[in-house]
């Protein structure tokens, strides 16, 4: 059976009602599962390209960066909508393992065990302009994996010695009614094999990470191949596919989108996970070569100069390549093929409503329950 989310943004600037309004929403319409709060510090928008000009959300808010703490907002969320399973992301770098285990122990306990977390090993946005080390991402995730596991699987104090991080007789409680779910989320050999060693699954971003159903469904055989290796059950290992998008049914206003420099900039920086890739699939590199967003975006250090030249060089092409895009029923037929590969966790994530009529949201809530409604429908046909 499919499992559908969506991912929420939570932003200080609007009432905290609305957030509950729209989850509740989504609870009540059948067909969507779990909604998904992003542990961020910092956005994915320059402040040169958030304007009025870009987008009308700019009249309203003086920054897209004002986002609310996840893991405070998740019971919130819980309260409004208690149906909706609870997905959470942060990374390995910004919060000591002890802390988010017990963190992930509580909302599984608020949430009867509805209450996942999906782990990167930590973005340069999120942890060089606030003094955290930019060099120990993987490190500090294989440490946190290690002693996630540990923790869920002993009844008593744990000893561990990391690389990072050494525990003596270390005991959060033997509490565990209900327990939480680590995914990795991210790629890469070596957060593969820390994920098939230590987690319960992975969470793969589409078309920015695996380009093509045919390559989705060599990664996951791959996937389910190395955790049986490792004496694990390969069908107890969650694959969850986050789908970038641009949901909207008039092509008129997908056409618009694509001479947004707000849309093409981040259709450039986070379309593909590395700008080279979008050499391998012949077309021109909108940032210079070995760059990526999670290892080189700082978008409060990042001159007006550069910002122009990336905008000048995404092209519509670009933007097309880099979201699954059209109307609710179109972005579903685009994405089963994905989802015959072996998925059966998916999150639909649509940046249009950034740069769209504010009036048009709960039009945006809408469609994106319709999409979740399609792909349940296409799925279980």
Known sequence: MLETCVGIWTDRHFPASIIADQCRALQDSGHVDGVLVPDQLAGFAPQQLWTPENTPLAGLIGDPDSAMDAFMVAPYIHAAAPNLNLHLTSDSVRRGPAEIVQSMLTLAHLTE????????GGELKQTAPFGHPTNQGMSRMKDLFQIYRQILDN??????????????RAYLGGAKQHRPTLWALGGGPQLLDYATSWADGIAIAVPNALTSPEETADSIQLIRHQVEQKGRDPEQFR?????????????????????????????????????????????????????????????????????????TATTPDHVRAAWLLGSPDDVAKQVQPYLDAGIDWVM?????????DPADAALAVGWMIELCAAMKRNNNA
């Open 113 to 120: 065990g509805r209450a996942n977390f999906q782990i990167g």
């Open 239 to 311: 694959i969850a596919l986050w789908v970038s998008v641009l949901l909207h049914p008039d092509q008129s206003k997908l056409q618009a989108a694509f001479d947004n420099p707000l849309i093409k900039w981040v259709s450039s920086a986070v379309g593909r996970v590395d700008t080279d890739m979008w050499a391998k699939e012949e077309r021109s590199l909108p940032f210079p070569p070995g760059w990526s967003y999670f290892r080189d975006m700082l978008p409060y250090d990042t001159d007006s100069e550069f910002i122009d030249q990336i905008v």
């Open 348 to 356: 639909p994530f649509d940046y249009l409503p950034v740069v769209g």
């Open 155 to 168: 009844d008593g104090p744990i000893d561990f010695d990391g690389k990072r991080w050494k525990f003596k």
